[in-house]
């Protein structure tokens, strides 16, 4: 598992503010008031991260590149500097669920801002009980743990906004218009880009933490994920015909999602700012669907989405209201 460290971000900030100059390591002593053993540590453990510093004997240390590697936990958190989640991020190699991960540190009293990553996931879930298929190969598996002050009536405003923050991230970062499926897929041309589930724990009048977890397909091809038994895949490899760096995608959904949950908890109006913009980008609108719920299964039009980010549809003449269910657009080549 890979982590960043106070220490690790401290020399990093150190180094990186300083570029092209070297740091003399008798200053990162001084300044961060740790042993000469522990900057060598630190340096070391950067490195392995595959950031890039340069060491001149008797001279000190200088900042050369950032790391290779696109999930390197200290420079994502590096760059995330002021924004509340991201910190702390750890990566691991193989797990069965980042969800399980990051509910456990949920309960265990971990703070808001904790997100776990992975290269690939042994037991990957969806929702309504589905699997997330989630072999290596370079996709986004990540789980962020929330702690959103609202009321549990508009838990669903939180997964709508992870799928807007990710969206938006990929319209702004490649100029990729995905259109979101209700309640938070993320489809180009109709087929199946991200998939988002959101997990939650709450009383009456007290959400205790929300687990959003994101699986992105980025530079898997879509020949490797269907082989691996996905249904009509898509990837970001695919649409831009290039790789993409996750990191600068998870900063970017970080960013965003800590904006608009910031604007839930703060501001007169931020429910319907956010609905609106979701609307906006919703290609599940006006369609004609199949809702799978715990109850059955429903056809109808969607209408609407509702102020606390439910779903109106007109089921043969009367409007029922959707908030948790599956939606199937029937006609996908639409979207
Ligand atoms: C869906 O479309 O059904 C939701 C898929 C959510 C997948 C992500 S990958 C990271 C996190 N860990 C999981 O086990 N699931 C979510």
Not at 12 to 21: G, N, T
Request: glycine share 8%.
């Amino acid at each position: 598992m890979l982590k960043a460290s106070p220490t690790k971000l401290a020399i990093l900030e150190k180094l990186v503010s300083a570029a092209p100059e070297m740091v003399p390591s008798g200053e990162l002593v001084a300044s961060l008031k740790v042993t000469r053993q522990a900057i060598w540590k630190g340096i070391e453990s950067l490195r392995e991260e595959t950031i890039g510093i340069e060491s001149v004997p008797n001279r000190g240390y200088r900042f050369s590149s950032p790391p290779t590697f696109d999930l390197s936990p200290s420079w994502l958190e590096h760059s995330l500097k002021g924004c509340p989640f991201g910190h702390p991020i750890l990566i691991f190699d193989s797990v069965d669920s980042t969800q399980e991960i990051a509910k456990e540190a949920a309960r265990q009293n971990m703070p808001a801002g904790l997100v776990i990553l992975a290269e690939q996931q042994r037991a990957g879930r969806g929702r309504m009980g589905r699997i997330w298929l989630s072999p290596t190969g370079g996709n986004l598996y990540a789980s962020i743990l929330l702690r959103p002050r609202i009321s549990p009536m508009q838990i669903q405003l939180v997964n709508l906004a992870a799928g807007l923050a990710a969206q938006m991230t990929l319209e702004s970062l490649f100029r990729v218009r995905c259109s979101l499926k209700w309640p938070n897929d993320l489809l180009w041309k109709g087929r199946k880009l991200c998939g988002i589930l959101s997990e939650t724990a709450s009383e009456t009048d007290r959400v205790h933490y929300v687990v959003t977890g994101i699986g992105l397909n980025v530079n898997m091809s879509v020949a490797d994920l269907a082989s691996a038994g996905a249904e009509n895949p898509c990837s970001l490899i695919e649409i831009r015909g290039e790789k993409s760096d996750r990191g600068e995608i998870l900063g970017g959904i970080l960013r965003r999602l800590a904006e608009m949950i910031g604007t839930l908890e703060t501001e007169t109006g931020g429910m319907q700012r956010l609905v609106n913009l979701y609307r906006q980008r919703c290609s599940t609108l006006g369609k004609e669907i199949r809702i799978l719920t715990d109850s059955g299964i429903d056809y109808g039009i969607a209408e609407n989405i509702t102020p606390d980010g439910a779903l109106e549809v007109n089921v043969r003449g009367s409007l029922r209201v959707y908030s948790a269910a599956d939606v199937i657009h029937v006609r996908a080549s639409q979207d």
